[in-house]
């Protein structure tokens, strides 16, 4: 999707999807940063791409930590959400070792003509930025407390923002919370 055609264009706001990376194997002995997705984790990656999809959460942008589990999650999670114009994907250490307001800074140099962002993440990062973020609503209470409880794994937040530029504490509307299928 070319910038500044997807749902922001229409005056809908931009998207913001956070997302836990998918079911991963036990360490196991090796460095938490190699450690692969387990094969739930792999059919949760799926799930997820066809969930997107149906939302019209199709990403512009996507920031995906180092770690090899959050690099498959997206792998998988880009096969399932059908035949779309391939987004700009940035793979960053950054986003591996993240505390919230290190991902919103990312963000805030977000293209604003870009309108849907995917990063693929950890937790607490993940459930702790759409915590960060979200304004408190009646309407959203039981999904902000569900993400200051924590995502599952293959869990993700959508959030609409208004610009990325602007990104602030309680900036944000939290659309609804996903969980993974069990």
């Not at 090899?68 to 998988?76: A, E, G, K, P």
């Not at 900036?171 to 069990?182: D, F, G, I, S």
Request: charged content about 20%; glycine content about 10%; aromatic content about 2%.
């Amino acid at each position: 999707m070319a910038p500044g055609t997807g749902p922001a264009a229409a005056g809908r706001g931009r998207r913001l999807v956070l997302l836990r990376h998918a079911k991963a194997e036990p360490s196991g002995g090796m460095s938490d940063a190699l450690r692969p997705l387990a094969l739930q984790g792999r059919r949760q990656s799926g799930a997820v791409g066809s969930a997107l999809a149906a939302r019209g959460l199709v990403p512009e942008r996507v920031l995906v930590s180092s770690a090899v589990r959050t690099r498959q999650t997206w792998d998988l999670v880009r096969a399932a959400l059908g035949d779309v114009p391939a987004p700009d994907v940035d793979v960053l250490d950054e986003v591996y070792d993240a505390h919230p307001w290190d991902v919103v800074d990312l963000l805030r140099g977000i293209d604003e003509r870009v309108a849907t962002v995917l990063v693929v993440g950890h937790e607490p990062t993940m459930s702790g930025t759409a915590a960060t973020l979200a304004r408190d609503d009646a309407a959203t209470a039981g999904d902000l407390a569900t993400v200051r409880t924590g995502l599952p794994t293959a869990g993700f937040a959508a959030l609409e923002v208004t610009a990325w530029p602007e990104l602030a504490a309680g900036a944000a509307r939290l659309l609804e919370v996903v969980r993974p299928p069990h």
